[in-house]
């Protein structure tokens, strides 16, 4: 089964690929690597966001107002890397809502997964985030202006089944988002967890 995960890294694949691992400074494995890792953070984080109340209408919201009519991934890549300054403050504050307090946390934990330190995976989390969100914002309103074509309960569950989808197959971003959101140590991400958690795209950050 094709996940989110698959349809965004095929998107990212070559030319893209290749752009993120000059900004970056890495080979091509190594960076093919790292977006491997990120991405289904990112998604994952996401969905447990929107499995909180109303979590689901703000990502919509989000989506709707900021990348309904965004351009494809390339036009993305080339405003982030390019240096234009709203899109790399999107790709900032998105981070903040996606991870809320733990940001650090995640950035630390994929730059030592991926060998990429602290400083290269924010920058990396930087630029995924910008073209996750305009990849579902397509996918809920197929890249025309929010007029009511997506609804929170659809985007909620295809967030879910990846979710699931990936904790089948091994834990969310390889365990590292599970590492991230266990805040207890216990091994286990709970309800505890989650509500130490900082911000969301419910504007709680703290």
Do not use: C, W
Request: glycine residues 22%; hydrophobic residues 40%; negative net charge.
């Amino acid at each position: 089964m094709s996940t989110l995960t698959d349809q965004i890294f095929s998107q990212i694949s070559g030319a893209a690929m290749q752009q993120i691992g000059q900004q970056l400074g890495t080979g091509q494995a190594q960076t093919s690597g790292a977006v491997a890792a990120a991405l289904p953070m990112i998604l994952g984080a996401m969905g447990r966001n929107t499995a909180q109340p109303q979590g689901a209408e703000a990502l919509l919201g989000a989506l709707g107002r900021d990348h309904s009519g965004a351009g494809g991934i390339g036009d993305i890549l080339g405003a982030v890397l390019g240096g234009q300054s709203s899109r790399q403050a999107d790709g900032l504050g998105q981070l903040g809502h996606i991870f809320g307090g733990q940001l650090p946390r995640a950035e630390a934990g994929l730059g030592q997964a991926t060998g990429l330190g602290g400083d290269k995976a924010q920058m990396l989390l930087k630029i995924l985030a910008p073209i996750v969100m305009a990849y579902l914002a397509k996918q809920m309103f197929g890249g025309a202006p929010s007029q009511g074509a997506g609804n929170a309960q659809a985007l909620g569950d295809i967030l879910g089944q990846e979710r699931a989808i990936q904790q089948q197959q091994g834990g969310l971003g390889g365990g590292l988002l599970g590492a991230v959101l266990d805040q207890d140590g216990d091994g286990e991400v709970g309800l505890d967890d989650l509500l130490k958690m900082g911000g969301s795209f419910l504007g709680g950050g703290r």
